[in-house]
T-cell receptor, first 116, second 115 residues
Framework: DQQVKQNSPSLSVQEGRISILNCDYT??????FLWYKKYPAEGPTFLISISSIKDKNEDGRFTVFLNKSAKHLSLHIVPSQPGDSAVYFCAASAMYSGGGADGLTFGKGTHLIIQP | NAGVMQNPRHLVRRRGQEARLRCSPMKGHSHVYWYRQLPEEGLKFMVYLQKENIIDESGMPKERFSAEFPKEGPSILRIQQVVRGDSAAYFC?????????????FGPGTRLTVT
């Protein structure tokens, strides 16, 4: 049962344009959401997060939007740069509610390719 | 990623052998998490440990898998009698505090191949 879903295995975007990565979740206990970036042969690196009391969090070129009613979040990268090419994982936690496992629940990832 | 060490980076085992994966957390971190990534899948939580204690093993397979985090030394994920389905990348993460998911720092992973 996939509690965190990333339905696009890959996404190709031109350099300088906006990249939008999507993530859906099913577990209502999730109250904290994270995006990780992963290069081949490396571990995931934390990128940005958002708690369920907010609907937007911004950090430089990265913005995460949360729509709780739709159980949907998205990561916007603008402008996209060649170094952004990587696999992006959406992850969720029941951090405040205390429900579920202590670890993070990950989606399957979206491979973002930035074309010059 | 800097600071969380995992070894070996690559491990090849024949079916039926044992695999031992090691994770040294970042300096000062006493919380360790193990995740497994099967091909074409996301990371799946396996177990959460603090020094000398298993706190949450809800993601661990019931048989053949065990984990420890002794008072001294690295955390060990042990897989007995490996099967082909155990082939995966195993990542550990460490954090300074519990309940701080954004503070989980991941190691580079160990890629286990069972032949």
């Amino acid at each position: 049962d996939q509690q965190v879903k990333q339905n696009s295995p890959s996404l190709s975007v031109q350099e300088g344009r906006i990249s939008i990565l999507n993530c859906d979740y099913t577990n209502s206990m999730f109250d904290y959401f994270l995006w990780y970036k992963k290069y081949p042969a490396e571990g995931p690196t934390f990128l940005i997060s958002i708690s369920s009391i907010k609907d937007k969090n911004e950090d430089g070129r990265f913005t995460v939007f949360l729509n709780k009613s739709a159980k949907h979040l998205s990561l916007h990268i603008v402008p996209s740069q060649p170094g952004d090419s990587a696999v992006y994982f959406c992850a969720a936690s029941a951090m405040y509610s205390g429900g579920g496992a202590d670890g993070l629940t990950f989606g399957k990832g979206t491979h973002l390719i930035i074309q010059p | 990623n800097a600071g969380v060490m995992q070894n070996p980076r690559h491990l090849v085992r024949r079916r039926g052998q044992e695999a031992r994966l090691r994770c040294s957390p970042m300096k000062g971190h006493s919380h360790v998490y193990w995740y497994r990534q099967l091909p074409e899948e996301g990371l799946k939580f396996m177990v959460y440990l603090q020094k000398e204690n298993i706190i949450d093993e809800s993601g661990m397979p019931k048989e053949r898998f065990s984990a420890e985090f002794p008072k001294e030394g690295p955390s060990i994920l042990r897989i007995q009698q490996v099967v082909r389905g155990d082939s995966a990348a195993y990542f550990c993460a460490s954090s300074l505090r519990k309940q701080a998911p954004h503070e989980q720092y991941f190691g580079p992973g160990t890629r286990l191949t069972v032949t």
